[in-house]
């Protein structure tokens, strides 16, 4: 017996199920996660149960919200824990690489455990693991695709939100 519920979200970057649970959000998946989570751990589909969530996230999406207000409640390690909270430093619109991250919680030298860490984050997008470049500013591996991990990082740049507005002009 479970306490999660989730809910599925269409965007732009295909369906998104948010996962969360009494303490908060627990996890946000793409439809082809890599690695693929748990979905025996989702609990109930309800929607109305994480309706802040996926407004929130629809507000991300067209351009509305630049953070999020949510309660998160990520399992993981303490390692992990520490590196998923320096990427909610990150700021809308930028990246950062690996070893800034590795550097920013105190172990510069951790730049592959850090690469890990970020490949296991569970709440993509609200815990922004697409902002994390390589080193050269070199799109790296995401849970999404890389195609994914350019659309979010063009519509935080503004490039989506104007190819979107030019073409409603059109």
């Known amino acids: 017996m479970t306490d999660t519920k989730h809910a599925i979200v269409d965007t732009p970057v295909g369906a998104v199920t948010i996962v969360g649970g009494a303490a908060g959000i627990q996890g946000l998946y793409y439809a082809e996660h890599r690695p693929a989570p748990d979905e025996t751990r989702f609990g109930d589909r309800d929607d109305a149960a994480l309706a802040d969530a996926a407004e929130q996230l629809r507000a991300y999406f067209a351009g509305e919200r630049t953070t999020f207000d949510l309660a998160l409640d990520p399992v993981g ?27 920013s919680i105190g172990q510069p030298t951790a730049v592959r455990a850090v690469g890990l860490a970020n490949s296991r984050n569970p709440i993509s997008i609200v815990v922004p ?18 195609v994914c991990k350019r659309t979010l990082l063009d519509l935080e740049s503004g490039a989506l939100l104007d190819l979107v507005a030019r073409e409603s002009l059109a």
């Not at 909270?85 to 950062?96: K, S």
């Not at 050269?136 to 999404?144: C, D, E, F, P, Q």
């Open 77 to 103: 390690t303490p390692f992990q824990l520490r590196v998923w909270e320096a990427l909610r430093e990150i700021p809308y619109g930028e990246t950062r690489t690996y070893g800034w991250i590795a550097a």
């Open 129 to 146: 693991c697409h902002r994390v470049v390589g080193s050269s500013g070199k799109l790296t591996g995401y849970a999404g695709g890389l």
